[in-house]
Every structure is written in C-alpha cells, then in structure tokens.
C-alpha cells in the first residue's frame, strides 16, 4: 500500500524558515516524479513545486522561486521542501503527492505551515 | 491566480445530475489531459477521472468526464449526499512549466 507521510509543518514567524518531510512507502521511490502542493485556508490547490526521480529536475512555482527548494533523497525514500523567507501567504496545509502519468494519485495526509507573528 | 476556471459551486436535489465545466486554454487542456480530483471536507484529494474520461477502479459510472478543444466537463448522475465534495480539474500547463488546478467547484446536494 502506498502511503506519504508529512511532517515539519509548525507555525513560524514572517522572514522564517521550514523544512518540510514527507516520507513515502509501498512502492519503489526512485522511479517516480514527487511534487509538493498546498492549500490555504478556504482556498483552492496550489501546485508548488515537483522534482523528477534522480532530483536533476526541479520545477517551482513563480510565486515561490527563489525562496523554496524542493529536494529528494532516495536513499531515505523521502521528499523534502526547505522554505525559506517565509510570508503570510504561505500559510496552507502542504501536501506531498506522487506523480503518475498526467495526474496525482497518491496524497499524503497534509502538514499545516502557519506563517504568523 | 487560476489559469483553469471552474463555476465556483453548483447544486441539485439528490438523485439528479450536475455538470462542471472547466475552461483553459492551448497550453494546458488543448495540449495535455486532464484529471478530476474529489476533496471531501477535510481530506486529500482523490482521482475521480483520469485521461479526460477514465475512471479509476472503485468509482462508479455516475461519474464521468468528456473533453472539447480548451474544455472539460465532469458529469455526475444520480447525485448522492454523499458527492458534496469540492471538485477540482488539473493538467500540466507547457507554457508556464507547471501544474495548474482549477480554480475548483463545491457541489451542494439540496
């Protein structure tokens, strides 16, 4: 059984920074795309940031570029997402999700970020 | 902000039928598929339909999916309590380099 399993979220202050965890099971970690996407309170999904299965591929969302760095160690079978200079707006809950073909089949349970002072 | 736009809510008695729309553009819906994703409150979101039209196994055929030039639709039939859900498109957007959702769709049972 696949299963994602978040961990890291906490409440920070603005200009902080967060390291997201996402540990991943039941299935062979290196063969697939991994991506983080997120939600704010009462919002819509986000789609943040993905990384292909040796982590030589990185995609970001603008709003994020330059501040958030997603990354993989395949060893571990776990994700990673350093957020760093962390705004308000970044509050959402941050979801790990395995990529299969053109979709997300798989979520993990959701970690909460609060960005606040 | 959404480059994937979907009618905020829609709603109909049980036992009757709702449609979605969602609407993009030659860089992601004219160019990739699509797959619908199901919230519940409080939960993950969950594959509804993939490749524009293809149902996962365990969701029934009263859900279904069709796609047209820069559109795609969700249909769901015999509307049950138990779809009040928020109901989200997503597909890959070449022009941007990421992965767009729909601006999503919160399905009320009357």
């Known amino acids: 059984e696949v299963q994602l399993v978040e961990s890291g979220g906490d409440l920070v202050q603005p200009g902080g920074s967060l390291r997201l965890s996402c540990a991943a099971s039941g299935y062979t970690f290196n063969t697939y795309w991994m991506s983080w996407v997120r939600q704010a309170p009462g919002e819509g999904l986000e789609w943040v940031a993905n990384i292909n299965q040796d982590g030589s591929e990185k995609y970001y969302v603008d709003s994020v570029k330059g501040r958030f760095t997603i990354s993989r160690d395949n060893a571990k079978n776990s994700l990673y997402l350093q957020m760093n200079r962390l705004r308000a707006e970044d509050t959402a809950v941050y979801y790990c999700?395995?990529?299969?073909?053109?979709?997300?089949?798989?979520w993990g349970q959701g970690a909460l970020v609060t960005v606040s002072s | 902000q959404s480059v994937l736009t979907q009618p905020p809510s829609v709603s109909a008695a049980p036992g009757q039928r709702v449609t979605i729309s969602c609407s993009g553009s030659?860089?992601?819906?004219?160019?990739?598929?699509v797959t619908w994703y199901q919230q519940l409150p409080g939960t993950a979101p969950k594959v509804l339909i993939y490749d524009n039209n293809k149902r996962p196994s365990g969701i029934p055929d009263r859900f279904s999916g069709s796609k047209a030039g820069t559109s795609v639709t969700l249909g769901i039939t015999g509307l049950q309590t138990g779809d009040e859900a928020d109901y989200y498109c997503?597909?890959?957007?070449?022009?941007?380099?990421?992965?767009?959702f729909g601006t999503g769709t919160k399905v009320t049972v009357l």
């Open positions: 030659s860089s992601n819906i004219g160019k990739h598929d």
């Open positions: 997503g597909t890959w957007d070449t022009s941007l380099n990421v992965y767009v």
């Open positions: 999700a395995r990529a299969t073909g053109g979709g997300y089949w798989y």
